[in-house]
């Protein structure tokens, strides 16, 4: 059984950071694209970043200089490192394998508030 298990959410100040956490069990992931998406109340599910089997990385316009995707792939993991946090970064945040089926975490909220 594929499980994908975020972690590393919480409140953080605007201008804080935080560093999410994916770990995938069920499945060896140096294989496949990784992605993180986000979705805030009442808004659809957006793509954020995405980290190539190869190490590539490209991310959307409004996180890019702010957000580092990263892999350990010895440990199975992706991570997301948010730095310069802004209110409108408050999301669930969710990690995707993109393996022959895409394969979703549960979820870690990411609350930025003063």
């Known amino acids: 059984q594929v499980r994908l298990v975020e972690s590393g959410g919480g409140l953080a100040q605007p201008g804080g950071s935080l560093r999410l956490s994916c770990v995938a069990s069920?499945?060896?992931?140096?294989?496949?694209?990784m992605g993180w998406y986000r979705q805030a109340p009442g808004k659809e599910r957006e793509w954020v970043a995405v980290?190539?089997?190869?190490?590539?990385?490209n991310y959307s316009d409004s996180v890019k200089g702010r957000f580092t995707i990263s892999r350990d792939n010895a440990k199975n993991t992706v991570y997301l490192q948010m730095n310069s946090l802004k209110p409108e970064d408050t999301a669930v945040y969710y990690c995707q394998c993109a393996s022959d089926y895409n394969y979703w975490g549960q979820g870690t909220q990411v609350t930025v508030s003063s």
């Open positions: 980290i190539t089997s190869d190490g590539d990385t």
């Open positions: 069920g499945i060896i992931i140096d294989i496949y694209d």
